[in-house]
């Protein structure tokens, strides 16, 4: 039994070393940068938030090999999962006697998984092609859900709900899916002038979104809050799991879509809602360290997680 243990504990910390450890390095190179020079972080957010972010779900949508039954099937999963999520995260807040800005710093925290540069280069070491394919699916999905029912959640810290509507509706990321998805339903092709930076931004979108991620921990000491951090970042990390599973039992989904469902509604909370707490006016001090937190205690769960999910057959 004992080496049996000492068996499961190796492999673990092999999928540790091996698959995250070059994720964390590169945030470590934006913390690192971060403490040495005077870099803001609001202004690389707002980069990504109006050019990267849009380029990548524009050219992933465009180029995506998916068959539009399983984007479907891989939509309603995520869409039903982030709606529980946002009654679970508001029952918690409100139990928690939090403020409606603090509420709403919150459910951010649970909505939003780091899907783009944290789950996606991830999934791309643990798993193979067709996993990382229905998890592109997947992070396209939530990020239209996270610049959505994310603005409209950031919003409605400080303003009235139609207002927070409005805010959405300004979000270029939105009309980047929207055109991504009807060139690709339509069958058509990008011009190769169009095509090449568009890619390169893509490209660009995921390293810059890490360097930001370490840029923005760099700055955080603040942990005043640590009854709401840990909140959000339980949430994040150990109901979310449960919760994917449950959904993904009922509504049957098999095949290579299960672990990348389930990896990626298990990422620790996204950088972007950074950029949402700054653009919004919430506690950005609270969701860096909500930010932070998750981040240090992920390697744990998700090294778990993909000891389980590489080594259960999902039929």
Sequence with gaps: MLSGGIEILAELFDIFFQNIVPILLIVALGYVVGRGKDIDPRSV????????SPALIFYSLATNTVQPAELVQI???????????TAIGLTVGRSSGASRLERASVVLGAICPNNGN??????????????????????????????TAGIFVASSGQKAPLQALGEVLRVPTIYAAIGGFAINALGLSLPLVVERPVALLAQAAVPA?????????SRVADFSKLRLVGLSSGLRLLVSPFLAYAL?????????????????????VAVVTIIFATEYGLDVKQMSSTILLSTLLSPVTLSVLIFILTRTPIL
């Design 45 to 52: 957010g707002r980069v990504i938030f109006y050019i990267f």
């Design 75 to 85: 939509a309603l999963v995520m869409l039903v999962f982030v709606v529980l999520m």
């Design 118 to 147: 944290f789950g996606l280069p991830l999934i791309g070491f643990a798993f193979d092609d067709e996993v990382l394919a229905r998890a592109v699916v997947v992070y396209i999905v939530v990020t239209f859900l996270n610049y």
């Design 209 to 217: 979104m890490l360097v930001l991620l370490g840029l923005q921990l």
């Design 248 to 268: 993904l039992s009922i509504l049957q989904v098999q095949g290579p879509a299960f672990p990348a469902i389930m990896m990626q509604a298990s990422m620790p």
